[in-house]
C-alpha cells in the first residue's frame, strides 16, 4: 500500500530548514526504516553534495541516515533497493530533466506502488504528480517531457499563494490554475499553502497542518478543506 | 532596421487596461501604419474574439486597425503580409505551442529583420526573446520547443518583481533568474519591471518608464539601469 508524505515547502520564513515538517517525517518513517535514498537534483545554484548534507543533518537528528543518489554510480538499482525514498525541492524543471534522463520516474512508481514510503516537498510533491504542469519554477532547461511519476492522479501547487505582493498586477495563482485547468479539464489541483501537507497512509489521503487546501476543478467553484476533511476522493 | 516595442505589463492595478503604454505605441507605430495584425494565442480563459475586441478598442482610440491571426486561413500568409505585428499577454505555454504549431516564429523574425514594427506584451515580450525560459507563466501545456523568435539575443523577464509577498517562503524572482543563469551561462536576463518597455528604434536599445530595470548576467552582480542608459549593449 502506497504511503506518501508530500509537502508544501521546506522552511518557513524565520525558522530553521525542515524545522515545521520534522515531526510528521518522523512518524511517516516510523521505526523499520533506517537510511533513505536522497534525490538532490532540483539542487541548481548549490551542488548535491551540500544539499545532501543539510538534508542529511537535520534526518540524522530525527534518527535516520540519508545517501544521495548521486553517490551511485547506478542510480535506478539505488531506487529499486531503496528503503525509503526522499526528494527534495529547488527547481522543478532540473530535477524533472534529470529524473527523465536517469529514467527514476517509472521505477519511484514502481518502488512506491510496491509499499516503500516516498517523502517530497516543494519539486519533490510536484513530481509525485501526473504532471510537470502546476510547478510555479522558472523553466530554466528542457524537461525533455512534461509526465512525472504520477503516484497520485491529481496535480499539487506547491507554496499555493493567496494574493500577489500590493500593487503587482500580473496574474495571481489562482487565475494561473484556472488557465491549467482550461487547458486540462480532467483532473483536481491542490493548493497546498506552506506550512502544509498531504499524507497518504493506510489508504486515506489527509492534510496535515493549521491553513486549509485549495482544490480546484475545472467547471467548479474552488472549496477549502482541512485537516478534518477526508481528502481521498482525490484519489480516485 | 528592427523596430521593436516590448512591454512588460498590459496594465498597471487600478488603471484602464493597455492605458499607460499607449502613448508609447502611438509614437511607435507612428503614421504609415493603418491596421496591424494581431495575435490572441495567449487567452486561455477568454476568447480570441474577446481579446482582439478589447486590444482592438484601445488601438482604435490611437487610430489603429487590429485584426487577429485567428481569422485568417492562413496565419503564415497574414504574417508575410502584416504591416506591423501585435502580440498580447496571457499564458505564454499556449502562446508558444500555437506559434510552434503554425510555424510562425522564424516568419515574424523575417518580417522584423525587415522591418516591420512588433510590439509585445508579457508573453508577447516573452517570444521575442531567445527562448520561453524567463517566463512566470503556469505551464499548462507543452509548448513544442522552449525556441522562440530570437529577435532580441536576451531574456526579458516580464513582471519583474522584487519582492515575496510578506511571510511567503518560495524563491523570489531574483532567485529564479539565479537559477537560469546557472543554467544558461552565456545570456543576459532583463527583469523588467511593471509599467516599463524596452524599444529598439534606430539600432539603439532604450528603456521607458520610471523604474529601472535590472540587468542579470552569470558571474556578475546585478546592475539597476534607467532611461538615461544606453542599452544597446544588450543586442550584441
Redesign the interface.
Known sequence: MMQLLLIS?????GEAYLDYPKHEIKKFLGDSVKRALFIPYAA??FSFDEYEQKVGERFSELGFEIKGIHRYDDPVKAVREAEAIVVGG??TW?LVRMMHEQNLMPEIKKRVEEGVPYIGWSAGSNVACPY???????????PLG?DCCGMIPFQINP?Y?D???E?????TRE??????L???KEIFVAGLR?GTMFKLADGKLSLIGSRSCRIFKHGEVPVELTEKDDLTFLMK
Do not use: C, W, Y
Not at 510537470?132 to 528542457?142: A, C, R
Not at 487565475?175 to 491549467?180: A, K, L, S, T
Open positions: 515547502n521546506s522552511t518557513m520564513p541548481v545554484t529547488g527547481n532540473q510537470l504542469k502546476t510547478t510555479n519554477d522558472m523553466p530554466i532547461v528542457d512534461f507554496h499563494l494574493a500577489n505582493p500593487g503587482h498586477g500580473g496574474e487565475q494561473r490554475i484556472e488557465e491549467f482550461e487547458a486540462n506552506e
